[in-house]
């Protein structure tokens, strides 16, 4: 029986691959980082894998389709450490538009996404935000933001609505880094959405 395939977004170093590959006994079958270090890294780790560098440059109907997909788009705008300008137009962190394009194009049977905890609060925009301003954005008040006057959708409620919207029903976690037996409390929440009808 074959592994199944991996592909990886925004993969820095490769570690959300690395426990992707792990927890679905998978094997990755290409990249999408364009920063020089980390793919020195990621050709090391994974020799002979393709890069497919800038993901808003890569045409997705000519990449090879995988069952897995895992990323983590750019945190910098969600993290308190950033500049906390959320998952809008401009940002880094907006670069999540591409994921999701990756996914919508290549339709695997499981998507991973891990991202910093600022995911929770950080504001986020969509085409549904423009048409309904003023429409609660979550299923329910508080359940993906940080408590009930909040009425701007997030971050992850924007990644979860996204990931429904295209097919998929999701999970997601927080966890410290701690929980699992690091020597630092590093919390980030982890999102599994996987494929109706696969």
């Not at 691959?17 to 020089?36: K, N, Q, R, Y």
């Not at 194009?105 to 600022?118: A, D, F, I, T």
């Not at 085409?127 to 309904?132: T, V, W």
């Not at 410290?176 to 020597?183: K, L, M, S, T």
Request: charged share 25%; net charge negative.
């Amino acid at each position: 029986m074959r592994k199944l395939r991996i592909g990886s977004l925004f993969s820095g170093y490769g570690g959300l691959t690395l426990a992707t590959e792990e927890a679905f006994d998978g094997e990755t079958v290409w990249h999408c980082e364009f920063e020089d270090a980390p793919s020195k890294v990621l050709e090391h780790r994974w020799p002979g894998v393709p890069n497919l560098g800038d993901i808003t440059q890569v045409d997705w109907s000519t990449v090879p389709p995988v069952d897995i997909i895992d990323g983590g788009s750019p945190c910098q705008d969600l993290s308190a450490a950033g500049r906390r300008a959320g998952m809008t137009e401009g940002t880094r962190s907006n670069l999540w538009v591409n994921m999701r394009e990756a996914i919508a194009q290549l339709k695997p049977k499981y998507v991973v996404w891990e991202n910093v905890r600022g995911a929770y609060s950080a504001t986020a925009t969509s085409e549904e935000d423009k048409h309904a301003p003023d429409c609660w954005m979550e299923q329910c008040q508080g359940c993906v933001g940080d408590g009930p006057s909040r009425r701007n959708l997030t971050a992850l409620g924007r990644v979860l609505g996204d990931l429904h919207d295209l097919g998929y029903d999701c999970q997601w976690r927080g966890l410290r880094a701690a929980d699992i037996g690091a020597p630092h409390g590093r919390f980030r929440v982890f999102v599994l959405a996987t494929r109706r009808g696969a």
